[in-house]
């Protein structure tokens, strides 16, 4: 079965504060996402990247930049924390090929909380 | 630019009983698929089900089947027999063979009433 592993369940940080959300998948796959969830708004796309250092924006990249240096971590990185980041955060991984029949493989969730 | 419409914010349903939440999805690509996922109140996704635009007949996964009708770009989820655990949040969503990116629908919540 894929993992995907997103360090931290619950975090809180200050306004201003540099935030790092960390995702590790164990299945090689090449495509990884940041999504992030609030009421009535569904999931929105942050960033994906479908390679080691190669990214896109998503539909809501502002305030939010990521990293991927090696293939199977994809981070997430909040430049200056605002309250309005305030929001659950979804990593996911999809395998190779044909997007259209490959699922996502999703974290449990980052609640994150800026105070 | 896709669009995913899940126009059930909230449904309930008895316990035994089956259940169909509603699912439209709007794009201009030939190929496309069609996924529902689950999210419990823990928080994590978990995919259910996928149809294929190509594909013919309904997709089924167990106690899941998802209603496709192409020509009214629709999809939806049924689920039969429901379960206390069913409840949960429920996404459709659509992931295009172009594009690298998926839509996701904002969710339909479901409590299974025992």
């Known amino acids: 079965d894929v993992k995907v592993t997103q360090s931290s369940r619950y975090l809180v940080k200050r306004t201003g504060e540099k935030v790092f959300l960390e995702c590790v998948q164990d299945?090689?796959?090449?495509?990884m996402f940041w999504y992030r969830q609030d009421p009535g708004l569904g999931l929105r796309l942050i960033y994906f990247?479908?390679?080691?250092?190669?990214?896109e924006k998503g539909d809501i990249p502002e305030g939010y930049s990521v990293s991927r240096e090696k293939k199977e971590r994809f981070s997430l990185i909040l430049e200056s924390a605002s309250t309005n980041q305030t929001s659950m955060y979804l990593c996911?991984?999809?395998?190779?090929?044909?997007?259209?029949?490959?699922?996502?493989?999703f974290g449990d969730g980052t609640r994150l909380s800026i105070l | 630019a896709q669009k995913i419409t899940q126009t059930q914010p909230g449904m309930f349903v008895q316990e035994k009983e089956a259940v169909t939440l509603d699912c439209t999805y709007d794009?201009?690509?030939?190929?496309?698929?069609l996924f529902w996922y689950k999210q419990p109140s823990s928080g994590e996704m978990i995919f259910l089900i996928y149809?294929?635009?190509?594909?013919?007949q309904n997709a089924t996964e167990g106690r899941y089947s998802l209603n496709f009708q192409k020509a009214r770009k629709s999809a939806n989820l049924v689920i039969s027999a429901s379960q206390l655990g069913d409840s949960a949040m429920y996404f459709c969503?659509?992931?295009?063979?172009?594009?690298?990116?998926?839509?996701f629908g904002d969710g339909t919540t479901l409590t299974v009433k025992p």
């Open positions: 996911a991984s999809r395998s190779p090929g044909d997007p259209s029949n490959q699922p996502q493989h």
């Open positions: 299945m090689d796959h090449e495509n």
């Open positions: 990247s479908y390679d080691v250092k190669m990214k």
């Open positions: 794009t201009s690509d030939q190929s496309y698929g």
């Open positions: 149809q294929g635009s190509y594909d013919e």
């Open positions: 969503a659509t992931h295009n063979t172009n594009a690298g990116k998926s839509t």
